[in-house]
């Protein structure tokens, strides 16, 4: 398999030969505004210039969106992915957005399993909040206030297994447990309202994600793209030689592919 980073969450995936497109934001620089109540207002999203020209990033087979939100899948994506090809959505009424914006391909992610090319999709749990407050605000946002993950196994290819947007909480446990994935990608740039309270993996949650996969390899993602996330590349990686995982950690840079 192939990763390859290419802005903020947004990552091409080449898995037993064929292309997924992950939570594509492909606006131009600055074009949004910062997400409210959140760290850097002085900064515009997206807050760095796509590294990879929108022909290469439309060159795959399918799309996977695992929620709805400006950082994952925006205007920009909604206007120029292809209306035919195939989208996987994490529920029915996000499977509904897609439709209602031309989308004619779509299918909802299933926990059982979605076979695409030989290759089985099965979503997993996420919880986009580490604070039970945050889903009223996302309702008041009228906004997604639920994520998922998905777990590609394939005869051929390592397990892997895309966190999507979540913190560490107990039910995670269970995924690795059942999946026992080789390759897991975190989303770890800890975004952060003012107060505190945060939307995906902080430091220390990438490190318990470690320690319940003693023998997987894990690739940072989902960092230095948005004005609210707080853990850098840097930040991480010192991190994770002070813990003793910086061998089994990637954290590729913009354009970067990691390859296993």
Not at 71 to 84: G, Q, R, T
Not at 219 to 238: F, K
Request: charged share 25%.
């Amino acid at each position: 398999m192939k990763l390859k980073q290419i802005r903020n969450a947004t990552m091409i995936i080449t898995y037993a030969n064929k292309k997924f497109l992950i939570d594509p934001m492909l606006g131009e620089k600055g074009i949004y505004p910062p997400f409210p109540g959140t760290h850097n207002q002085h900064l515009n999203n997206p807050i760095v210039e796509l590294t990879v020209s929108i022909k290469e990033i439309l060159d795959v087979d399918a799309v996977i969106v695992t929620h709805i939100h400006l950082d994952h899948f925006d205007p920009v994506a909604m206007e120029v992915i292809p209306k035919d090809i195939k989208m996987f959505a994490q529920n029915e009424d996000e499977a509904n957005q897609m439709k209602e914006a031309g989308f004619n391909n779509v299918e909802v992610l299933k926990e059982e399993g979605n076979l695409f090319g030989g290759i089985k999709l099965m979503k997993t749990p996420a919880k986009h909040y580490s604070d039970n407050s945050i889903p009223e605000l996302f309702r008041q946002l009228n906004t997604a206030d639920e994520a998922c993950g998905v777990v590609f196994n394939h005869v051929d290819e390592k397990t892997l297994y895309v966190m999507g947007d979540t913190v560490w909480y107990d039910e995670l446990k269970n995924v690795f447990d059942k999946y026992n994935p080789e390759v897991v990608t975190v989303n770890a740039g800890n975004a952060q309202f003012v107060d505190g309270r945060y939307l995906i993996m902080s430091k220390d949650d990438f490190f318990e994600a470690t320690k319940v996969a003693p023998n997987a390899q894990f690739v940072a993602t989902h960092m230095e793209g948005v004005n609210h996330l707080m853990v850098s590349r840097r930040d991480l990686r010192e991190y994770a030689i002070e813990k003793g995982f910086s061998d089994r950690l990637s954290i590729p840079a913009d354009g970067e592919t990691i390859e296993f």
